[in-house]
């Protein structure tokens, strides 16, 4: 692949505000969506000043907002047309419900072709945006998926998605639910006490020091996995408890603690790359841990279904890349103190579209912090890619 310097343009920034018609029996996000039958969505487009495109570049993650990352606006200063997509469930991820943000990511795509009269859409899918955008493609060319995890009905199949016609996967992980099962603390022994724990499987004991034996980390993998089902099961039994009561009580938030305990931040030895050791994206891993803002932290019993449980959830990576046709280019930052080092692989090796590529920055942390060079460098590959496709000018 050839690398290009294209030249700097100014942005300019457009708040965008789409609604569309959708109604549910509660309301699961504070003044967006529920009885008042109305979404919601709020984005900002990059646009490069006196230069036109037949193509937007749509980035989109289920919980946050992406415009304030470096990559969406270094795309635009490089003559890119950029829409940083937010869902219903931005800043809060506590109700979401995956199958809604597929819809939600429909309703962009279809404002930019049908309003902004776009030709052509690629999904560029960041981090937590990665399965997502995979999940979005594996519907719009083939709609499946007619209700939640939990059973309820959702509007996949009516929403009329619209393909995008190629897909980047950049410092993504495999999906929620496989990141949760990774990360979660199986020392927890008691749910409703975060202080119960079995010292055996306690990362941050004293006595538990890498580099990890491989009967320690098979006993810390199998335990990540049995609590994530124990925790799974109790949902599922407390959802269909409220629904054999049949009253006006139909939905439940509660609490998971510890849920930052992956071995892989404390030992540089298990699938070794230039990541930090002893960090991790989010500060500290045994603060992360227990900490107010970890994974999963908050949720609600369908939203547990739909985002982090690895046996329920639709929105697995490995599994809808597996349907993927269009041009797909795979990128992993060899220094994410986010991405587990062998995610973007396992997607690239399952993608079944025949225009693949993937590659590797050296050095790259995740948010390319201080690294402007670096930043530069992808998008450059970013677009050259997609200049040899017909989809950038």
């Known amino acids: 692949m050839k690398r290009t310097i294209t030249p700097v343009h100014e942005v300019q920034t457009e708040w965008v505000h789409l609604h569309y018609a959708e109604s549910s029996i509660f309301k699961e996000v504070y003044g967006f969506v529920g009885t008042q039958g109305t979404v919601n969505l709020e984005g900002v487009r990059y646009t490069p000043v006196g230069r036109p495109s037949k193509t937007l570049l749509v980035f989109m993650h289920p919980a946050s907002t992406l415009q304030l990352l470096p990559m969406p606006r270094e795309l635009a200063r490089h003559g890119a047309h950029v829409l940083c997509a937010g869902s219903r469930y931005q800043r ?7 199958e809604n943000v597929v819809v939600d990511l429909g309703a962009y795509i279809r404002h930019a072709k049908e309003v902004w009269k776009y030709e052509k859409v690629v999904l560029v899918g960041w981090s937590g945006g990665g399965s997502l955008s995979l999940l979005y493609q594996s519907q719009a060319e083939n709609p499946t998926i007619s209700t939640t995890p939990a059973g309820d009905p959702c509007s996949i199949k009516q929403a009329g998605l619209m393909p995008a016609d190629a897909l980047i996967f950049q410092a993504a992980h495999t999906g929620r639910a496989r990141m949760l099962s990774e990360w979660i603390d199986p020392s ?31 006993a810390f993998r199998a335990g990540q996995r049995a609590r994530l089902r124990r925790r799974t099961a109790w ?8 629904r054999r009561k049949g009253g006006q009580e139909v939905e439940r938030g509660f609490v998971t603690h510890r849920t930052m305990a992956d071995p892989r931040f404390l030992d540089p030895t298990i699938e070794p790359n230039g990541r930090p050791i002893g960090r991790c994206f989010m500060g500290i891993p045994e603060t992360v841990n227990n900490g107010p803002v970890g994974i999963a932290r908050f ?5 547990w279904l739909s985002q ?43 993608a079944s579209a025949t225009d693949k590529s993937m590659t590797v920055l050296q050095g790259a942390t995740h948010y390319f912090l201080g690294q402007p060079e670096m930043l530069q460098q992808a998008a450059t590959i970013c677009l050259d890619w997609l200049a040899e496709r017909g989809l950038h000018d």
């Open 299 to 303: 949720s609600t019993l369908r939203a």
């Open 188 to 218: 927890v022994l008691d749910e409703n006490d975060p202080d119960r724990i079995d010292p055996g499987l306690n990362l941050y004991a004293t006595t538990c020091r890498p580099p990890y034996s491989a009967d320690f980390l098979a």
């Open 235 to 242: 949902v599922k039994e407390t959802l269909e408890t409220l």
């Open 308 to 350: 982090w449980s690895p046996d329920d959830s639709n929105a697995d990576g490995v599994t809808c890349a597996k349907s993927l046709t269009v041009p797909f280019l795979a990128i992993e930052h060899s220094a994410d103190d986010a991405v587990p080092q062998s995610h973007v692989r396992q997607v690239f090796e399952a």
């Open 92 to 98: 809060n991820d506590s109700a979401l419900i995956m």
